[in-house]
Each structure stands twice: as C-alpha cells, then as structure tokens.
C-alpha cells in the first residue's frame, strides 16, 4: 500500500476513534460496542507501528504514555488559579447571591451551578486545537507541568474538533477517578501484593503525579472542565453557555450543571445534588455556584485568593464516634497556645483521623469535654477534622479526667497571655520560645519574605536544634564549616545556601515588614505600610492612631503593629538585620508625601511577553500604586497585554485610558 494511501487510512482510523471518543465520554451516548471500538484502534496502531513516521502526536493511540521523566518542571500560569471560598449554611449562600444581585443592580440574576468534584485542578493549553501543556494549580501562580500524564487521560482529546476553536486556549477543571475505576484499581493492586489507595481523590494524586507517563495511561483518569482561563478567540458571554461551547470542540463537562434563577431554585439544585451524591459515579464534596454573566463576574472581582462571583456551598460533613485519648498544646508562629485532641484513629469521610483541633479554651469549656470521653468526630467541609459534640452518656467517670490548660508556656516556660475580647491565649517568649522561633524564622526565609532558595522547612529545625540560630538575624551569621555536616547537608549545599543567604539581603520594606511575621500583617498590608511610611524609623515611632490612617488598617491591626515594634527584643533583632546588610532601596528623587503613583488604581489583563502580571504588579505597587482585580469607573488605568478580553472592552466602554507593555515600560522607566 502506498505511503499516501497508508496515511490516509491513519487519518480516517483516528478520525473514527474521535468520533468515538466523543460520543462516549461527552455525549455519553456510545455508538458503538467496545469491541468494535477495540478493533479499530488496533488496526491503527499496527499501522502506526509498521509506519511509525505517519504517527501523529494526536493519535488516539498516543493515550499510552510517553517516556519517563526524572522530576516535573515548573511552570508560570498566565492567570492566576484561584481557589474557591466555602459556606456551609443555606443563611451563607443566600447572602452571597444578594450580593451578587445588589452589584447587577436588578432583582434577579442567572446561576451556574455545578457539583464540586473531589479531585485536582489542571490547565490544560491547546493551541490551533492541539493539546501542547497541562499543569497543575500548585500554589495558583506555579504549578508542575505534567503534559504527557494529561494526555493519557481518557475523555480528555488530544485534538479539539468543530468550528471556530480559538488559536490559543486555556481549559482549567478537575482531574478525578470514577469509583468504579478507582475499586477496579484497588482490587489489581491488593491481587498484585501492592498497597492500596485510601480514597479516589488520592488515587487521582497519585496517578497524576507519576513519573511514568505509560503508569498513569493504566490508571482510569478522567476530566471534567469548570471554566477557562485565556482565550484568544470569541467566547460566550454566559459561563454555562461557555460549557456548551466546550462540549462542542469535544471537552467534557458534568451533565449535572444546571443554569438557574431565583434563590428558591437555585436552593433546591444542593439538595438535588446532595440526594443524588450517592448515585454519582465520582466523588463530590459540595455545589458550586457562579455567577453566569460574564461582565458581571468582572464587575465582581476577587479578593486575594477567590473569586467574589463564586463559591462552594459544601455538604454536611461526615461524622464518626471515637475516644480522647489525649490532649495536647501547640505553639503556633505568633504564640497561639492551641490544644490538640489525640484521638483513636477512626476512619471519617474517606481518611483516618487521629488528631483534632480543640481551637482554644473557651471551645474546651463549651464542648464540656475531658479526656477519655467518646466523641462525635466531623470533617469539618471534608477536610479539617473537628470534635462537633461530646456523648455524654457514654461517659465513666473513673476513665476520664479533666483537661488543664497550662499556666505558662508549654514550650519555653515564658508567660502566657489573653488579650481582651480574644480567644486565644498566647506565649509573650517570642523568638526565644523554641516553637515560635522555628515558625518565625521559617516565615521569614518563605518565598514572600526574604524567598531565601535551599532554606527549607526541614533545614530551619536542624539549624534551631543545633543551636546554631536563635532568631533571623543569626542566619546571616552562619558558615560553611558551622552547616556542612548537618544531615541532607554537603559542601556543595552549604556553599549554595550561603550564597542565597547573601543574595537576600536586598529586598523591597514591604518584604522586609511581612518577613518579621508581625499578626494580621499580610503582604497587602506591609505593601499599604510601606507605601505610606516609606522608612521603618517611622513606623518604629508611629502611634497607634497614626498607624490607622494607612490604608486597610483598623484599630486591631494597629494594635499588633505598635506592640510589636515596642517589643524591645523586636527592635535589637531588627537592628542586628540591618547591621549585618538588610537593606531596600530607598526613592530619594520622590517627594517626601507622596509616591509618583499614590492615588492611582490600575487593572492589568493579558498576557505580556517580558514580565509575568505579577511582577508587574508588585512594580506598580512599589511606586504607590492600587492594583484592583476589576474594572470600576474608578480606575485609572488599563494594561493590556495580548488576549486582553472582557476588561478591555469594559475599559473602552468607559473611556479609561489603555497602554501596552511598551508603553507600561516606560512608564515604569519614568
């Protein structure tokens, strides 16, 4: 047979296969029987492989892995990936739907409602309608790039199909296993010798996260898409109109979504759902609503970590009987004394629970509870174990005793204090209590502080067990010959660490502030700080009144900020910082009152070629900026990089003024 004829042959094979695929898994009407189906894709494969200079990267047979990989690489999502913010009452979600309608400014408005999948987020990138990179959320702005795991997933095509499919397009959704494939797996493992998986969600973890793509292709994985991140091509302006858009370039979506108004109905999908949870053949752990206008979730924007147009509105947790063995206290990185019940393990909600919050004394008082009583364990949004009530009536007295909360520090001996009106009791030993000191100098070395690179966890505790560190400013005096022979540790690591050491030293003040771990001072907070002071002699000396007229600090936070800086082993260990080299760069050309951008509130979209959005944004922020996450009538400025979208189009509606990544660098440069 000819080249060209076996070529074209290959192609009406996969062509065939697709359609197959997509009938399956997307339609969920499959056409044929799997035997035909397996027929098929063999004769293309022995094609493939008499002929393998015909075999496309698309292939269908390409779902059985690639090579191994040594380790993930690391990718920059363009767009952050957000996480969701959770109620747990039907009180909770009708306030979140009143907000989202007093912003649309009219009486009622649509809802995407979909189950929320136990699994984990990926963006998957097709470009010209060819799968080329899948990561994973990681941390929203740094995932692992796992592609060739990806394409091994069944119902997820390698080649988009239908008209109109964008030149550039992110998918974001959630990679999960079925039961059925999860039981079936577990049961070739137990027959294999080999240790099982807890639950489906793990098993999905695992699989995903496998260095041997042709592993993970045995695994029964499978996609479901929740939204888009960018696209350079035309959308819907509906989210559930954009899942029928998906479906149609064949991507799987959830049957159970549903496009809703009125809070009546919108209520009854959760319960819907929630009868339904046990029928599903994968894993859910709530309903998740969204805003369905386009515009409006623009309008809505996000706070630092989720969106304002959507949350997760999580089942009833899953509860258990078990015993308070113990009860422990822990020290937190600000001193919170926080007690600890130790439980008999007692599987709950897919997971064994040996552990659980008591949360502070006053949860201890209301609970009644001592040690040795039996308990009603909660997985509290099925993820944070919680002790919900105490069965009193199956208390022995002789088997129990009472819980005694400590007079002083559990850890250093230091005084304990509580604050008026606050909960939490806490140690006032600081970074000479051994547990805050880790917790402190851990902070400090984060990728947000000082992004010391080799300071990890691990390698604080050995530092502070060893004595050689007693607070941060002693890092800065370590050397080869004091680290070297620590374990993990060689000549190689240790002359690297203390490179990075020095590296460090030069930071921005808003850095330098949210390094020290003062409480309730967040970055966006030590950003406000240090845009406002400009100088830590000032903040050192800055009232608590004065402190509340910084932006986004009220009387509380205030109160952290003075006390902090009248601690005085605070201020020697501040001073030690920069005697030993801390320092940030200091604007002497700008006017004492004000910085060049104070005042002005940017909205950046797109993506841009010689720096990430988030370094743009910590520029902009630098010079005194507001960054905002939407467009308002109140924003000055609109940086448009490539795909801009929506806001784009909003910005030029309103007649804000728009400037490019050229234009943005000279404005940096200015």
């Not at 293309?44 to 990989?69: D, F, I, M, W």
């Not at 004091?482 to 690591?493: A, C, E, F, R, T």
């Amino acid at each position: 047979m000819p080249n060209q004829m076996i070529k074209q042959k290959i192609i009406e094979l996969s062509n065939i296969l697709g359609e197959y695929n997509y009938q399956y898994f997307v339609l969920d009407t499959p056409s044929v029987p799997d035997a035909e189906y397996d027929r098929i894709f063999n004769d293309l494969l022995q094609l493939e492989n008499a002929h393998p200079s015909l075999r496309s990267v698309n292939s269908p047979t390409q779902k059985v892995g690639g090579s191994v990989l040594g380790k993930f690489a690391q990718l920059i999502h363009k767009k952050p990936m957000l996480s969701l913010d959770n109620v747990f009452e039907t009180k909770a979600l009708k306030s979140f739907m009143d907000r989202a309608i007093d912003k649309a400014e009219c009486s009622s408005i649509a809802f995407c409602i979909e189950p929320k999948l136990d699994g984990l987020a990926a963006s998957i990138i097709y470009e010209n309608g060819i799968l080329i990179q899948a990561g994973t959320r990681g941390d929203g702005h740094t995932g692992e790039n796992i592609t060739e795991n990806v394409k091994t997933i069944k119902n997820l095509p390698l080649k988009l199909r239908g008209e109109n499919i964008p030149d550039y397009l992110e998918v974001r959704g959630e990679v999960f296993m079925n039961k059925t494939g999860f039981n079936q797996l577990n049961k070739k493992l137990l027959d294999a010798g080999e240790k099982t998986f807890v639950n489906p969600r793990n098993a999905a973890a695992g699989s995903l996260r496998l260095l041997d793509a042709k592993i993970t292709a045995k695994r029964p994985l499978r996609f479901y898409c929740y939204g888009v991140g960018i696209c350079d091509g035309q959308l819907e302006n509906s989210h559930f109109k954009r899942f029928e858009q998906l479906k149609q370039w064949g991507l799987p979506v959830s049957c159970e979504v549903k496009l809703l108004s009125g809070s009546e109905a919108c209520l009854d999908q959760y319960q819907t759902i929630e009868q339904k949870r046990a029928q599903l053949d994968y894993d859910i752990d709530g309903v998740v609503y969204k805003v369905d206008d386009i515009v409006l979730q623009e309008k809505l924007g996000y706070v630092s970590r989720a969106p304002r147009w959507a949350t997760a509105y999580k089942f009833r947790a899953e509860e258990a009987v078990t015993i308070v063995d113990n009860v422990v206290f822990q020290v937190g990185r600000t001193g919170a004394i926080t007690p600890v019940a130790k439980l008999k393990p007692v599987f709950v909600g897919g997971v064994t629970v040996s552990k659980a919050t008591l949360h502070n004394l006053d949860e201890i008082n209301r609970l009644g509870i001592l040690i040795g009583d039996s308990v009603v364990v909660r997985r509290a949004g099925d993820v944070i174990p919680q002790i919900a009530s105490v069965l009193v009536d199956k208390r022995h007295l002789n088997k129990t005793k009472q819980i005694i909360f400590p007079l002083k520090c559990p850890v250093c001996d230091s005084a304990l204090e509580r604050i008026e009106q606050e909960a939490t009791i806490r140690c006032l030993g600081g970074v000479f209590c051994l547990a805050q000191r880790k917790e402190a100098i851990k902070h400090f070395a984060s990728r947000k502080a000082l992004n010391i690179d080799g300071l990890g966890n691990k390698l604080v505790e050995l530092l502070v067990d060893h004595e050689l560190i007693k607070d941060p400013a002693q890092l800065f005096e370590l050397t080869v010959r004091q680290i070297v022979n620590l374990p993990g540790m060689g000549k190689v690591s240790a002359n690297n660490l203390i490179h990075s050491l020095q590296h460090s030293k030069r930071i921005t003040l808003a850095r330098f502030l949210y390094s020290l771990g003062i409480r309730e001072v967040g970055e966006a907070t030590a950003n406000n700080l240090a845009n406002y002071y400009k100088d830590i002699e000032k903040i050192k000396s800055a009232s608590v009144e004065d402190l509340q007229s910084v932006s986004d600090i009220g009387k509380i936070v205030a109160k952290h900020i003075y006390c902090f800086f009248n601690q005085e082993t605070n201020l020697a260990m501040i001073d030690h910082l920069i005697s030993l080299g801390i320092h940030w760069p200091v604007i002497n050309s700008i006017v004492e009152s004000e910085l060049p951008l104070s005042e002005k509130t940017f909205v950046i979209t797109g993506t841009f070629s010689g720096m990430t959005r988030n370094a743009i944004k910590d520029k902009l922020q630098r010079l005194g900026a507001k960054v905002a996450g939407s467009i308002s009538k109140k924003t000055d400025m609109l940086i448009a990089g490539e795909a801009a979208g929506s806001k784009l189009i909003k910005a030029q509606d309103l007649g804000i003024e728009i400037i490019d990544e050229q234009a943005l660098l000279k404005l940096l440069n200015k």
